[in-house]
């Protein structure tokens, strides 16, 4: 979030300082492990698809601007059992934004992807023009476009504390103190290090992702798309082999909490780690239950609602926070950024971002 605002920033000729506590793109964080899954068709409040569609379009123009490829069209199956869920509501509601979607039977499931082993109770809803994000090359192409605007970059170095003015804000790192007009704050799993300047209802999760050895070109990329799986077993996400990398899974729901300066307990560290996801392989895509070849830890930073926090300070209004990405955020992060310096540089969005404001934290938030 904050090396896409930063480029977005630079951009507009502001003068721009980019602080980071590593290196990114890292492994430190919420980005890492790639791919992400870039969908459009969420439910409820129509931003986030809204949002999804200006994402996708940002990323398009990245790619143009670096010549990289970030972004693979690969389509993203979202497959669910219909005792528990049915995603026919959500197809109307974004046949209006006009994002095309298919309502598929187990069935039609079965025959376009024949590893897929669902029962008849499953059914789907398709979105072709979605797929995934490489997310990693995606940060070194705003790192990049950024630094090649002018952009300046302190990495491994952490900001120890904040303190802002009427109409300034200050940044204190180890041995240093910067002084601006205007400050974005995008700490992920570490807003709590920001305290009491800000504090925020965030909550960090450690996640676990694996990449299983598969028996089937059905699981290759071109073959097989991006998917979600909502099942009585819980909700997991993935992506086909890429290259020679095997079929990523991860699941959404569950995780162990995680605190700043606490040791991040490595893949493997518990036998659930890889016992979860390959339960799930097992059962719905047996020939991609194969060896695993990797697995890795990243973190997720979940609001109280699992939406999005993007708003003003409180009391310093030239201070924005945006956090609480809550394991969908990666997608946006090309929107959030310019959204970001808009609002900075014109004062204004042509995005709504009311549902992402800290009020409706009330009780909860504590700001300073
Ligand atoms: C396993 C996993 C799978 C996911 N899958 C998807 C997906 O399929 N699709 C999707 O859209 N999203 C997905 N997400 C979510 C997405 O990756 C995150 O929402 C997104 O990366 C959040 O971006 P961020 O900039 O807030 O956090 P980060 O990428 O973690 O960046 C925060 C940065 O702030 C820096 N920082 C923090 N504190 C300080 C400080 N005090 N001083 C200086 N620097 C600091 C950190 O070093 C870090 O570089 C997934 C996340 C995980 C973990």
Redesign the pocket.
């Known amino acids: ?3 896409s605002a930063g480029y977005y920033l630079a951009s507009k000729g502001l003068h721009t300082l980019l ?4 290196d ?1 793109p ?1 492994s ?4 890492h ?1 790639e ?5 459009h068709a969420y439910s409820g409040d129509p931003v986030y698809t809204k949002l999804a569609i200006g994402a996708h379009e940002l990323w398009n123009e990245v790619e143009q601007l670096t010549g990289e490829s970030l972004l693979v069209q690969s389509g993203v199956l979202n497959l669910a059992d219909s005792n528990l869920f049915s995603y026919r509501e959500r197809i109307a509601q974004v046949e209006e934004l006009a994002v095309h979607t298919e309502w598929l039977d187990a069935a039609e499931i079965r025959y376009r992807w024949p590893g897929l082993h669902i029962p008849d109770w499953f059914a789907a809803m398709y979105e072709p023009a979605a797929g ?2 490489h ?1 990693e090359q995606c ?1 070194k192409a705003y790192r990049k476009l950024a630094l090649d605007k002018g952009a300046e970059l302190l990495t491994n ?4 504390k904040v303190k802002a003015r009427k109409d300034s804000v200050t940044v204190y ?1 180890h041995n240093e103190e910067y002084h601006a007009g205007a400050a974005i704050l ?6 709590s ?2 305290s009491p300047f800000v504090q925020l209802p965030i909550r960090a999760v450690r ?3 694996g990449w299983f050895e598969t028996s089937s070109p059905a699981f290759d990329s071109g073959q097989f798309p ?1 998917f979600t799986l909502n099942a009585r077993e819980g909700s997991y ?1 993935g992506f086909p082999s890429i290259g020679d990398n095997g079929l990523k899974i ?1 699941r959404h729901d569950t995780g162990t909490s995680w605190l ?1 300066g606490e040791p991040l307990a490595s893949f493997g560290s518990y036998a659930e780690d890889e016992a979860d996801l390959r339960h799930v392989l097992e059962k719905y895509m047996p020939e991609a239950a194969g060896r695993l070849k990797r697995g ?1 830890v ?4 979940i609001s109280p609602d699992e939406n999005f926090i993007i708003d003003r300070h409180p009391v310093h209004p030239h201070v924005w926070v ?2 609480g ?9 090309s929107v959030v950024g310019k959204l970001l310096a808009d609002l900075i540089a014109d004062g204004q969005t042509s995005y709504s971002i009311q549902p992402f404001s800290l009020a409706r934290f009330n009780d909860q938030s504590d700001i300073t």
């Open positions: 979030m904050g090396m602080i980071d506590a590593f990114p890292h430190e964080g919420s980005h492990g791919p992400r899954l870039i969908r995934y994000l997310s940060v170095t952490a900001v120890q790192t995008t700490a992920g799993a570490w807003f290090t920001l996640k676990t992702v991006g996400y991860g700043p890795a990243c973190k997720y930073e945006a956090g990405f809550s394991g969908h955020g990666f997608k946006f992060s």
